[in-house]
């Protein structure tokens, strides 16, 4: 569910099983997305984009999978390895606004 | 290529008292952002400057906060006097324009007591 402030939803995974994280965004209007991956004392990285005329998009072991009916978004990760332990967000862009950052997910793997 | 570079990477401060905190974006980029961060918070963008110009800087609280990117290149952020809500991790990005991806630095880490 949904956690404010320090304390952020987590996923656990096992070290080999597949990974969903999951984004709720909030403008219709919105018309770019961007998954980033922020490790601890870093800044946030970016994985993987996708348009609003897409419904899903495909990288190196990640995928992105975009539903406007329900305005959500879906980061897959297959075969999750420690070096994925993270925090991830969404990110969203409409038009010549900002980039608005959703709520973060700690994804941690366990060996 | 090296990546954005921030410092300083760690600031701890008194209330009141000033700070300021510089950024050195990827070369060739002539977009720059400032974002704050609080913990277990997504960025927040205050600042923007395509080359010189800050042309999105309505999230800047502009009565303590300034920023400045004189030739277009190094910026520098400022809070004066800071605040103890100001403790957070202040982000650097740069993109090549606008519509490009956003490279963010690893950022600089404010407590202010």
């Known amino acids: 569910g949904e956690s404010v402030g320090l304390h952020l939803p987590t996923l656990s995974v096992q070290e080999g099983d597949n990974s969903i994280i999951n984004c709720a965004y909030s403008n219709s209007a919105s018309d770019y997305f961007i998954w980033y991956k922020q490790e601890s004392g870093k800044g946030p990285q970016f994985i993987i984009d996708i348009r609003s005329n897409m419904d899903k998009r495909q990288g190196q072991r990640v995928t992105v999978l975009l539903n406007k009916t329900v305005k959500h978004l879906s980061l897959q990760i297959a075969a999750t390895q420690p070096g994925d332990s993270a925090v991830y967000f969404c990110a969203e862009i409409s038009g010549n606004t900002p980039l608005v950052f959703g709520k973060g997910t700690r994804l941690s793997v366990i060996a | 290529e090296a990546g954005v570079v921030q410092s300083p990477r760690y600031k701890i401060i008194e209330k009141k008292q000033p700070v300021a905190f510089w950024c050195n974006p990827i070369s060739g980029h002539n977009t720059l952002y400032w974002y704050l961060q609080n913990l277990g918070q997504g960025p927040e963008l205050l600042i923007r400057?395509?080359?010189?110009?800050?042309?999105?800087d309505s999230q800047l609280p502009k009565d303590r906060f300034s920023a400045e990117r004189l030739k277009g290149v190094d910026s520098t952020l400022k809070i004066q006097p800071a605040e103890l809500g100001d403790s957070a991790v202040y982000l650097c990005a740069s993109s090549r324009t606008v519509d490009n991806e956003q490279f963010f630095g690893p950022g600089t880490r404010l407590t202010v007591l």
């Open positions: 400057y395509e080359n010189e110009e800050a042309v999105d």
